[in-house]
């Protein structure tokens, strides 16, 4: 056994490093340090610099402009973009449709939308949720008749997020209501400028506004804008869902946190004492950290796995339900770290250019906003009770 | 034995649970009063002042109508329902639990705090000091006769609209010790304010005090004693608090596990689900025990409150973390919108941990109160 990274790895590591160091703007790794709200050419900036450098499509073979990356290549990548302070990937174009399009997309759709999710011409959202179909995406009830030579859809998705910086969303439609819900699922591709679309922002627990409403009205889409076989649709959003994920666990994002929360601990002082002095709770972040280190190996060993070609199942749902866990504890840590600094929030203090005191700490302002808006993690992309059940299903034989 | 409470209590509790329930409607409304000049609607302070609700948070001998453990929880648990953000606790519990307690209480503050006339608030806690009743950096000294504070006090609830705030400051000795504090009275002019909402839509301050003027309250073992009985009496409004938004999440969850439908059948005819609604249920009735235990002994020895309070308040952090996260959870993505309003009972449920003492800071309390 040998838990080191090969010379030709680390190799690559220092080359991601060295790049993002020479390359990334430093006003966008101070904005994600700050975790000042990005806007949509933050984004799109750092997607363009990536493009230019080839490194943009991770997920696609080379042919098509991507980086043909192995599992363990993808993992360092994405380790390091998250070290570097880069704004993430959006990964509706990138990581979630590209690649469904390479394996069913026409000639005419590949030749079309891939190099424009490279460009930056487009920006896609996800239309899949709908306020009846969570959980049981198979529900879906967005309806699109075929009229010939174009479809009329009508309905809703909800949870789209940064919808409201979409010119595309691709979606899961119902084209046959007779059949079992799961066989009469067509996959669409629509143009957000499309008259009948409207999007309405859906504003979270902290406040912000990260995901939206995306309503149908008599909307007209080309037949061509279709994705392989009408009523086939469900094989690929599965295809999409189960897409390799090797980034699910959020390993790096704990490591940060973690980091952050001795930090913290050794700047608050609890009863005049440094807060890491105290040994409950100095115990609690030794218990995450026994638990970060073994889910690390634990996803790398899934990685290497993928990397010699052996497709993730389950361990993608055990990853990400321990993942989501891990990642919300360091939210509870750094909570309770500081204690009532935790109470103040100015909202103002996450836009671009705010140059004000804080309340205390420069950090203390964000962390009960993360803790409150990082339980979405554990919701979204398939609940960590959809995993249990996918998991109990597919390997207990009961 | 006999847990009921009183015909007297019933009718109190029927009262004012009517009078909230008139003013809190929903969620939009109660937001509404988050964003007013002072972080709550006047007219429905006033108006409550009127009903008695604050003179059921004071003695008798103090002026009031009510001031027992029960009666604090009874208030409490309904704040908690509604998630009233007028100064109940500020005013109606911290302030006038010290100005009672001293030894010469000020019946005549208390008298128009009860009619809501006066807003007092208590500035105890400050940047360094995270639960602590001992840890006091801001420092009083005498000018000519006269007491001046200095120092700076931070989250103070409602400060920047009280009328007078009661401040600790450390008369001699070190950060924190238990001799040598102070507790004062000054007027709000005297205060610079720089005031925010807290993330659960409270109003609080940074309150600067420079060589402002004011009237000592207690010193040395007084003050400290009503220091503690007041943050010990707020642990217990909270924890109260804490409990009616705990059954207020658990309703909430198991109608939305009745309506909702995934799969062809309800989210709540899940197994898996039941069980840990039922874990729910349970944590919940261990709280409801724990303050009816603190609130009855509200009025014992110093040390027999402390011990209860700071176990309920423990137990308050401990289980209000899992029905917060809980009640997110098994909604799924709804509750975590702004819109709906168990997303803000859980923010509340959440950051309740965060006053007044969390769960580590009450359960080492309990330790000391009880090992020793």
């Known amino acids: 056994m040998n838990f080191e990274y090969s010379e030709k790895e680390k190799q690559f590591r220092s080359e991601v490093k060295q790049w993002l160091d020479d390359t990334l703007p430093k006003s966008l790794s101070d904005k994600v340090r700050k975790h000042q709200r990005l806007s949509k050419q933050d984004y799109q900036t750092f997607m363009t610099i990536l493009n230019d450098k080839g490194w943009l499509a991770t997920h696609w073979p080379t042919e098509y402009g991507g980086t043909g990356w192995n599992a363990i ?130 504003i979270t627990l902290d406040g912000e506004h990260e995901v939206n409403e995306v309503w149908f009205t008599d909307v007209k889409v080309p037949i061509k804008n279709l994705v392989g076989k009408e009523n086939e649709g469900w094989t690929y959003a599965k295809y999409l869902l189960t897409f390799e994920r090797t980034g699910i666990a959020g390993v790096p994002y704990s490591k940060t946190a973690l980091n952050h929360l001795k930090v913290i601990s050794k700047k608050t002082f609890k009863d005049g004492k440094p807060l890491i002095e105290d040994p409950v709770f100095s115990s609690e972040i030794a218990e995450l950290e026994i638990d970060l280190l073994a889910m690390e190996i634990f996803n790398l060993r899934t990685v290497s796995a993928a990397s010699n070609g052996k497709a993730p199942g389950m361990e993608s749902s055990l990853l990400k339900i321990k993942g989501t866990l891990v990642r919300q504890k360091t939210t509870e840590l750094l909570r309770k770290a500081i204690g009532p600094q935790a109470l103040p929030y100015l909202p103002e203090q996450f836009d671009e250019g705010w140059n004000d005191n804080p309340i205390g700490p420069d950090y203390a302002g964000l962390i009960a906003k993360q803790y409150f808006n990082m339980r979405k993690i554990s919701i979204y992309g398939g609940s960590n009770e959809i995993q249990k059940n996918i998991v109990a299903k597919a390997s207990f034989g009961l | ?206 309150l600067e005090f420079s060589n402002s003027s004011g009237e000592l309250l207690a010193r040395d073992d007084e003050a400290l004693r009503c220091i503690i009985k007041a943050n010990s009496a707020g642990a217990l409004a909270l924890s109260a608090e804490a409990l009616g938004i705990m059954q207020i999440c658990f309703d909430m969850t198991l109608d939305y596990l009745k309506t909702r439908k995934q799969f062809g059948k309800t989210v709540g005819s899940f197994q898996a689900i039941q069980h840990r609604m039922v874990d729910m249920m349970l944590e919940i009735e261990q709280v409801k025990s724990a303050v009816m235990l603190a609130s009855s002994t509200f009025h014992a020895d110093d040390i027999t409150r402390d011990k209860h ?64």
């Open chain 2, 309 to 372: 309070i700071s176990a309920a308040k423990n137990l308050v952090g401990r289980v209000g973390k899992l029905i917060a996260e809980e009640t997110i959870q098994m909604h799924g993505g709804i509750a975590m919108t702004w819109e709906y309003s168990a997303a803000h009972y859980a923010k509340r449920l959440i950051m309740i941990d965060h006053l007044m003492g969390d769960s580590d800071y009450h359960r080492d309390r309990f330790k000391k109160l009880t090992l020793n």
């Open chain 1, 73 to 202: 290549e993808k993992h360092i990548f994405e380790e390091e973009i998250i070290i570097a302070s880069a704004p993430r990937i959006v990964p509706f174009g990138t990581i979630m449709l590209g690649p469904v399009l390479i394996e069913f997309g026409s000639e005419e759709q590949k030749k079309y939308y891939l190099p424009r999710i490279l460009n930056g011409q487009d920006w896609w959202a996800q239309g899949y949720s709908e306020p009846g179909a969570g959980s049981d995406l198979a529900s879906l009830k967005t309806r699109a008749v075929n009229m010939g030579d174009h479809y009329i859809v009508n309905g809703q998705k909800t949870w789209t997020t940064l919808g409201q910086h979409a010119n595309k969303i691709f979606c899961l439609v119902k084209t046959d209501i007779e059949s079992k819900p799961q066989s009469g699922i067509s996959f669409l591709l629509i143009d957000m400028d499309t008259p009948g679309i409207e999007v309405k922002p859906i």
């Open chain 2, 1 to 206: 034995m006999d847990f009921s409470i009183s015909e007297e209590r019933k009718m109190l509790q029927e009262t004012v649970s009517r009078f909230f329930e008139s003013n809190y409607e929903n969620i939009n409304k109660r937001n509404k009063n988050v964003n007013l000049a002072d972080g709550f609607d006047k007219k429905f302070w006033l108006e409550g002042a009127e009903l008695g609700v604050i003179s059921a948070l004071i003695s008798p001998e103090h002026g009031g109508l009510g001031g027992s453990g029960d009666d604090l929880s009874i208030i409490f648990e309904l704040i908690g329902k509604s998630l009233c953000v007028e100064p109940f606790l500020s005013s109606g519990v911290l302030s006038s639990t010290i100005l009672s307690s001293i030894n010469k209480p000020k019946i005549d503050i208390i008298n128009k705090i009860i009619e809501g006339k006066l807003l007092l608030s208590f500035a105890h806690t400050e940047m360094n000091n995270r639960y602590e009743d001992t840890y006091i950096e801001t420092k009083a000294s005498k000018k000519n006769d006269k007491w001046v504070v200095n120092g700076i006090k931070s989250f103070v609830l409602n400060g920047d609209s009280a009328n007078k705030v009661i401040v600790s400051a450390r008369i001699d000795g070190n950060t924190n010790d238990k001799k040598g504090i102070g507790i004062f009275l000054v007027d709000h002019d005297k205060i610079t304010k720089r005031s925010y909402n807290t993330i659960d839509g409270y109003r609080a301050a940074e």
